[in-house]
T-cell receptor
């Protein structure tokens, strides 16, 4: 069965510093997609970044980058130059053709 | 503006009552999804639909029902058989292409409380 693990329930980072949020996954499928979403206190899920299992380059979207290590089955999110508005819950997710799984999330708090 | 709307934002229900949560999208997406989120936890898939008049159970479908009569709409009914329905419910949609993993777009959610 597919599984997503986020081992950091909470993280703190100083404003303007970089932070890495961990995500590991387990699947027997060769083809899959990995996603990161941000959930502010309002509750809406905001898509941040995507990595396909066959993509050789790590995905980047502005201040977000995904550190994809396929052999280790990890897909860590790196946020550079943290801003106060980055404080939120962050969810890692994996999608296969017939399944979509989310991790338990990491609550990131950015300190001024 | 394109997007996903969910209504109502807050919903209160008495035990033993069925209640229907609305989800509408004007993004022309083929696939739609319903998730449940409990406090401090991730999302769990209830039902999903890839095309009109077809839907599949997710991990926690018991006590829920859906319909997909129109491409734009995917309502979720929480029945009295759902033992612990108090939760935050999120609807999502995405384009559907076999073998391609498009991101899901989410609505603002409905917070259901059983009194």
């Amino acid at each position: 069965a597919q599984k997503i693990t986020q081992t950091q329930p909470g993280m703190f980072v100083q404003e303007k510093e970089a932070v890495t949020l961990d995500c590991t996954y387990d699947t027997s499928d060769q083809s899959y997609g990995l996603f990161w979403y941000k959930q502010p206190s309002s509750g809406e899920m905001i898509f941040l970044i995507y990595q396909g299992s066959y993509d050789e380059q790590n995905a980047t979207e502005g201040r977000y980058s995904l550190n994809f290590q396929k052999a280790r089955k990890s897909a860590n999110l790196v946020i550079s130059a943290s801003q106060l508005g980055d404080s939120a819950m962050y969810f890692c997710a994996m999608r296969t053709n017939n399944d979509m799984r989310f991790g338990a999330g990491t609550r990131l708090t950015v300190k001024p | 503006d394109g997007g996903i709307t969910q209504s109502p934002k807050y919903l209160f229900r008495k035990e033993g009552q069925n209640v229907t949560l609305s989800c509408e999208q004007n993004l022309n997406h083929d696939a739609m999804y319903w998730y449940r989120q409990d406090p401090g936890q991730g999302l769990r898939l209830i039902y999903y639909s890839q095309i009109v008049n077809d839907f599949q159970k997710g991990d926690i479908a018991e006590g829920y029902s859906v319909s997909r009569e129109k491409k734009e709409s995917f309502p979720l009914t929480v029945t009295s058989a759902q033992k612990n329905p108090t939760a935050f419910y999120l609807c999502a949609s995405s384009p559907w292409t076999y073998g391609s993993y498009n991101e899901q777009f989410f609505g603002p959610g409905t917070r259901l409380t059983v009194l």
